[in-house]
T-cell receptor, first 109, second 113 residues
């Protein structure tokens, strides 16, 4: 079992739809990262959170430390949101990141 | 605001050649992490440095070496390149090994032919 699991692995949506991507982890953590990677591109950090909820524009990230679960929501999705979304956590005893398998999102016009 | 800088952005090498990848962290960041992401694969941790000393080591082949310099930039040296080394190599930086504020570079895409 992977230490960091994401669902779904693939997601397609129509423009304007509300998107939810989930991340569950089994290790103890101090923070969780949500990352975005466009095809052939580098990694962009969207959120770093250790509790509660954060919002940047149309993106919202929540985390429940007790349940070891985080969600990334995209409101009013747009084709330019098409990318792979990755959650990553540092193991509690180290600072290096463990990456989830990613969720490939495609938003169609 | 200054971000993590990596150079080169793209690199094409032949088998058995060597390559050097560079990572310049955000100013005042003293910790650098190197990750490798093969085609269609999850990123894998390679190695990290804190205050110019190696702080952790992951699945880095013996053919690879890395170091962090006095200005905190880091270089990943790769020798006897193999086709399987083709990947996106990205680095991240933070201050004082903090897991809360890791900033990622754009990556270097290495293609070995």
């Amino acid at each position: 079992k992977n230490e960091v699991e994401q669902s779904p692995q693939n997601l397609t949506a129509q423009e304007g739809e509300f998107i939810t991507i989930n991340c569950s982890y089994s290790v103890g953590i101090s923070a969780l990262h949500w990352l975005q990677q466009h095809p052939g591109g580098g990694i962009v950090s969207l959120f770093m959170l250790s509790s509660g909820k954060k919002k940047h524009g149309r993106l919202i990230a929540t985390i429940n430390i007790q349940e070891k679960h985080s969600s990334l929501h995209i409101t009013a999705s747009h084709p330019r949101d098409s990318a792979v979304y990755i959650c990553a956590v540092p193991n509690y005893n180290t600072d290096k990141l463990i990456f989830g398998t990613g969720t490939r999102l495609q938003v169609f016009p | 605001a200054a971000g993590v800088i990596q150079s080169p952005r793209h690199l094409i090498k032949e088998k058995r050649e060597t390559a050097t990848l560079k990572c310049y962290p955000i100013p005042r960041h003293d910790t650098v992490y190197w990750y490798q992401q093969g085609p269609g694969q999850d990123p894998q941790f390679l190695i990290s440095f804190y205050e110019k000393m190696q702080s952790d080591k992951g699945s880095i082949p013996d053919r690879f070496s890395a170091q962090q310099f006095s200005d905190y930039h880091s270089e990943l040296n790769m020798s006897s390149l193999e086709l399987g080394d083709s990947a996106l190599y990205f680095c991240a930086s933070t201050a004082n090994r903090s897991p809360y504020e890791q900033y990622f570079g754009p990556g270097t895409r290495l293609t070995v032919t």
